[in-house]
């Protein structure tokens, strides 16, 4: 499993690298939330381009209070990428390399769900 995740990284982290330079180079950014606009209800992702800009910029506490998802994904990628790499590159002579739980996925579940609960309820995003 954890073979197939470590590849899939690298595959993420190539499209993320091109979908960076595109927005440099574009200036386009994000599109305005359908639900939203249409409704006035935030929506499960709303704040999560805001809280990816943040958190590439080091601003990690803003990218916090946009969409906690997003600082909580990045930690965990970047953990387990550099884990794996290192587990890799030693021939596992160093077993650190992160394992993949459920028990990740769950609490990112409940982050989302936490943050749209919040942000409907008490807190607007802008």
Do not use: D
Request: charged residues 10%; positive net charge; hydrophobic residues 50%.
């Amino acid at each position: 499993m954890e073979r197939t995740l470590y590849r899939l990284g690298w595959m993420l982290l190539a499209f993320a690298s091109v979908c960076l330079i595109i927005v440099h180079f574009t200036g386009f950014l994000s599109l305005p939330c359908l639900l939203y606009s249409t409704t006035g209800i935030y929506c499960p992702g709303c704040g999560g381009t805001r809280a990816v800009w943040n958190f590439l910029h080091g601003h990690w506490l803003r990218a916090f209070y946009y969409h906690p998802f997003v600082p909580y994904c990045g930690i965990l990628f970047g953990w387990f990428m550099l884990s794996q790499t290192i587990e890799r590159v030693s021939k596992g002579k160093l077993c650190i390399g992160m394992k993949y739980r459920n028990g990740y996925l769950y609490f990112g579940l409940f982050l989302v769900l936490a943050n749209w609960i919040v942000r409907n309820l008490w807190i607007p995003i802008s």
